[in-house]
């Protein structure tokens, strides 16, 4: 299958700060998906993004296919920020199966 | 509100037993997933089904069975062949080749 690198594994930063998460992808992809994973293991959507960049308030994130490679960006960091990170990527070949990378686990403290 | 269910929150798991968990979406979804996530690690897929009545193993399904009688809902058994069940497990629907959406999760663990 697909490997899928996070980096870093742990981040831990204060409030305010920003941050930029890293994914690294082995093969060509057909879309990549970044999600938050809550304290409480709610794995929520913050990005649909095959290529290109997108924003949505203080998160960004850019994926560059053809280097294989995608960035999340993290803007004036909240304690709410707080969780794991995760990159999951669909390789096209079997429609709409995921492969995950472990995760960066963000503490963001007051 | 649409969304995706998954019961229960917790469940436990005697020696030699089946268990089963429940997943139901009501977004109209056509493909339905089951993953796993053990402590540190990300989600692997168990099983995934793109159609009703049809469904394909992933990369870890023995000691796991499912079905897929209605587009609405997609089981997944642990069977007591799977030696090491103790894990959180994750449902998630998608529109073919779509952004995955999930569950809250379902926390297993043996007795």
């Known amino acids: 299958g697909i490997q899928v690198e996070q980096s870093p594994p742990d981040l831990i930063l204060q409030e305010g700060a920003n941050s930029t998460l890293r994914c690294n992808f082995s093969?060509?992809?057909?879309?990549l998906q970044w999600f938050h994973q809550n304290p409480w293991g709610q794995l929520i959507n913050l990005f649909y993004?095959?290529?290109g960049t997108k924003q949505n308030g203080r998160l960004s994130a850019t994926t560059v296919a053809t280097e294989r490679y995608s960035l999340l960006y993290i803007s004036s960091s909240q304690t709410t920020d707080s969780g794991v990170y995760f990159c999951?990527?669909?390789?096209?070949?079997?429609?709409?199966?995921?492969?995950f990378g472990r995760g960066t686990q963000l503490t963001v403290w007051p | 509100d649409g969304g995706i269910t998954q019961s229960p929150k917790y469940l436990f798991r005697k020696e030699g037993q089946n268990v089963t968990l429940s997943c139901e979406q009501n977004?109209?979804?056509?493909?339905m997933y089951w993953y796993r996530q053990d402590p540190g690690q990300g989600l692997r897929l168990i099983y995934y089904?793109?159609?009703?009545?049809?469904?394909q193993k992933g990369d870890i399904a023995e000691g796991y069975s499912v079905s897929r009688e209605k587009k609405e809902s997609f089981p997944l058994t642990v069977t007591s062949a799977q030696k090491n069940p103790t894990a959180f497990y994750l449902c998630?629907?998608?529109?073919?080749?779509?952004?995955?959406?999930f569950g809250d999760g379902t926390r297993l663990s043996i007795l």
């Open positions: 993004i095959p290529s």
């Open positions: 999951a990527v669909d390789r096209g070949s079997t429609l709409g199966r995921l492969y």
């Open positions: 998630a629907s998608s529109v073919s080749a779509g952004p995955q959406h």
């Open positions: 977004l109209n979804h056509d493909a």
């Open positions: 089904s793109q159609i009703v009545n049809d469904f």
């Open positions: 093969d060509s992809v057909n879309n």
